[in-house]
């Protein structure tokens, strides 16, 4: 497919030099890169924002004019400029910074919106996605950058909240803690699926938060009309406010993403082999690093799951291992001490061994004595 969109480009670039006139052509088209061509969408990228911004703005609809003729079927034309900074101010992908492109755009906006305290229609915002379209990072991203305490629960934690406070009869407190002036965010909604009564008390929060000025944000995989065994009431409550979907990365925001986790080999001597793996990996942003990892340790990730290993031996190799580096006596890293040491060198003995293969079920049982 890029050696088609390539080909296409070469003879699309002397149709585009006609219409706009070589000055033009030379100053602002002649330097964009064609990176793929992925639903519908050709995706180039300009030398700098200036020129993408440019672009964009006047050429944008004439590119794609262009190009649907050549290649014979309706295209519709993205530019993306050329990161210049790879440093942690200039480039993260993380809960600070995330990677903002058209899956998560809107998301994104609506979420800069209520950092900046404007006025939104409704209080309510139910963003779905599917797993690994970055909605967690994007939720601690606006949770850093608020100035208000959150109120924050994930779908098994509140249900399991639910459940105390119903057998030891307080539910009407936890109605009025979840009522408080202040943001409230439910993460995986869709999983209080089933549980009725739970249900029904989350329409009557909503119904005294309506009247609040504070955002109630809920997030699920789901859009309300496709969760299962959910209540009418509740469902309804979900529509009437602002419901905005997350989708997998695009290709702008696979590759910024694995640009950012390269650093500045992907614009050197790494350029070609992230290109093609922004190209060719689609999925989540979990995927993308997965693959990354893989393509750039040539494979070895997964070597360790190809060796057999027997947990007490390794267990007592990193005991001895640690104890020797940090002057802990064997009996102390099984034994009861509270001594800051010992319990230091407990923590680096436990991290050791689970990346050494061994899972934690299993160091818990050595630590133990058992």
Same mark, same amino acid.
């Given at each position: 497919?890029?050696?088609?969109? @390539?080909?296409?480009?070469?003879?699309?670039?002397?149709?585009?030099?006609?219409? #706009?006139?070589?000055?033009?052509?030379?100053?602002?088209?002649?330097?964009?890169?064609?990176?793929?061509?992925?639903?519908?969408?050709?995706?180039?990228?300009?030398?700098?924002?200036?020129?993408?911004?440019?672009?964009?703005?006047?050429?944008?609809?004439?590119?794609?004019?262009?190009?649907?003729?050549?290649? *014979?079927?309706?295209?519709?034309?993205?530019?993306?400029?050329?990161?210049?900074? &790879?440093?942690?101010?200039?480039?993260?992908?993380?809960?600070?910074?995330?990677?903002?492109?058209?899956?998560?755009?809107?998301?994104?906006?609506?979420?800069?919106?209520?950092?900046?305290?404007?006025?939104?229609?409704?209080?309510?915002?139910? &963003?779905?996605?599917?797993? =690994?379209?970055?909605?967690?990072?994007?939720?601690?991203?606006?949770?850093? /950058?608020?100035?208000?305490?959150?109120?924050?629960?994930?779908?098994?934690?509140?249900?399991?909240?639910?459940?105390?406070?119903?057998?030891?009869?307080?539910?009407? *407190?936890?109605?009025?803690?979840?009522?408080?002036?202040?943001?409230?965010?439910?993460?995986?909604?869709?999983?209080?699926?089933?549980?009725?009564?739970?249900?029904?008390?989350?329409?009557?929060?909503?119904?005294?938060?309506?009247?609040?000025?504070?955002?109630?944000?809920?997030?699920?995989?789901? /859009?309300? =009309?496709?969760?299962?065994?959910?209540?009418?009431?509740?469902?309804?409550?979900?529509?009437?406010? &602002?419901?905005?979907?997350?989708?997998?990365?695009?290709?702008?925001?696979?590759? @910024?993403?694995?640009?950012?986790?390269?650093?500045?080999?992907?614009?050197?001597?790494?350029?070609?082999?992230?290109?093609?793996?922004?190209?060719? #990996?689609? =999925?989540?942003?979990?995927?993308?690093?997965?693959?990354?990892?893989?393509?750039?340790?040539?494979?070895?990730? /997964?070597?360790?799951?190809? @060796?057999?290993?027997?947990?007490?031996?390794?267990?007592?190799?990193?005991?001895?291992?640690?104890?020797?580096?940090?002057?802990?006596?064997?009996?102390?890293?099984? *034994? @009861?001490?509270?001594?800051?040491?010992?319990?230091?060198?407990?923590?680096?003995?436990?991290?050791?061994?689970?990346?050494?293969?061994?899972?934690?079920?299993?160091? =818990?049982?050595?630590?133990? *004595?058992?």
């Amino acid at each position: 497919m890029l050696a088609l969109l @390539q080909s296409s480009w070469s003879n699309a670039a002397e149709k585009l030099r006609e219409r #706009v006139g070589s000055a033009a052509f030379d100053a602002w088209l002649s330097e964009l890169r064609p990176m793929a061509l992925e639903r519908g969408v050709v995706h180039l990228e300009a030398p700098n924002r200036l020129a993408c911004e440019h672009v964009g703005k006047l050429y944008a609809s004439l590119i794609a004019e262009v190009l649907s003729t050549e290649i *014979g079927t309706q295209l519709s034309v993205r530019v993306d400029p050329t990161p210049t900074a &790879f440093t942690p101010d200039g480039v993260d992908v993380g809960p600070t910074r995330p990677v903002v492109d058209e899956a998560n755009e809107q998301v994104f906006l609506t979420l800069g919106s209520l950092i900046e305290g404007r006025e939104l229609p409704s209080p309510i915002f139910y &963003f779905h996605g599917p797993s =690994g379209s970055g909605k967690s990072f994007l939720l601690s991203w606006w949770r850093g /950058h608020g100035r208000a305490r959150v109120l924050s629960f994930d779908g098994p934690h509140l249900i399991k909240v639910f459940q105390a406070a119903l057998q030891e009869r307080r539910v009407a *407190g936890l109605r009025e803690e979840l009522s408080k002036p202040m943001p409230l965010v439910i993460d995986e909604v869709h999983r209080l699926s089933g549980h009725n009564r739970l249900q029904r008390e989350l329409c009557k929060v909503l119904e005294i938060r309506r009247g609040l000025r504070q955002p109630t944000i809920l997030v699920s995989r789901w /859009h309300p =009309g496709e969760v299962w065994n959910l209540d009418a009431t509740l469902r309804t409550w979900f529509l009437s406010g &602002f419901v905005a979907r997350i989708d997998l990365p695009t290709l702008s925001g696979r590759l @910024q993403f694995l640009r950012a986790l390269e650093g500045k080999p992907s614009m050197n001597g790494r350029a070609l082999p992230i290109e093609e793996l922004a190209r060719n #990996v689609r =999925g989540g942003y979990p995927e993308l690093r997965k693959a990354w990892s893989l393509e750039r340790d040539g494979g070895r990730t /997964h070597e360790r799951y190809w @060796q057999l290993i027997e947990p007490r031996s390794l267990f007592d190799r990193v005991q001895r291992r640690v104890s020797e580096a940090l002057g802990v006596s064997l009996e102390e890293l099984v *034994g @009861q001490s509270q001594r800051r040491r010992a319990s230091h060198a407990r923590k680096v003995l436990a991290w050791l061994c689970v990346r050494e293969g061994l899972n934690r079920a299993e160091v =818990g049982r050595f630590l133990g *004595g058992r």
